[in-house]
């Protein structure tokens, strides 16, 4: 039943979903970029369940903790406390091994504010579970959801993250300030 309001909904706001994934697509990251806006969050429930995708999504613990923590446990979200060490790549790598076709999504940027470096969480998971990422892009000049193909990070995390920050310059968030 959300699969076909998703459906309606992105296409009365002129959206489209491109998914490039193989098919059938096992467990993955799937890396989101740009993350400019909080709209971000519904377009991404939307994109998923016309994409048919599985995934969970790690966001800030402080939106767990609102009235509305229940609503953001029962979409996928794992609450992040970032003001604590928490060993969370190896907690992410661990339900990867443990947990079958388990797929997460990820934002690299950390936040939706500019940043100039991002996070290199999602590639020391990828490299510890042995998942391929799936770069996904929110281009709201095109009305864009793109579901790439897969990328197999490689040795060096350094090229890893330039390529990928390249693959993803095309695209234009919500507030790209």
């Known amino acids: 039943m959300f699969r076909v309001l998703s459906k ?16 059938p697509m096992g467990s993955a990251i ?3 970029v740009p993350h400019t806006s909080n709209w971000d969050f519904f377009l991404g429930l939307f994109a998923r369940s016309v994409a048919r995708i599985n995934a969970n999504y790690l966001a800030k613990k402080s939106l767990f903790d609102s009235p509305f923590g229940w609503f953001f446990r029962a ?18 790598v ?6 079958p076709g388990f797929s997460i999504a990820i934002t690299p ?3 939706r504010a500019k940043v100039e470096a991002w996070k290199t969480g999602f590639w020391r998971i990828a490299k510890g579970a042995g998942v391929p990422l799936i770069p ?7 009305k864009e959801v ?3 193909k897969p990328f197999r990070v490689g040795d060096s995390m350094e090229a890893d993250i330039a390529t990928l920050t390249d693959y993803f310059k095309p695209f234009v968030g919500k507030n790209p300030q």
């Open 8 to 23: 309606v909904v992105l296409r009365l706001l002129g959206w489209q979903v491109i998914d490039r994934r193989p098919k």
């Open 30 to 32: 799937y890396l989101v």
């Open 75 to 92: 979409t996928g979200g794992y609450p992040v406390d970032r003001s604590k060490h928490t060993n969370l790549t190896d907690q992410v």
């Open 94 to 99: 661990n339900y990867f091994k443990t947990v």
């Open 109 to 111: 940027e950390g936040t």
């Open 136 to 142: 996904t892009s929110f281009d709201y000049s095109r």
């Open 146 to 148: 793109t579901l790439g």
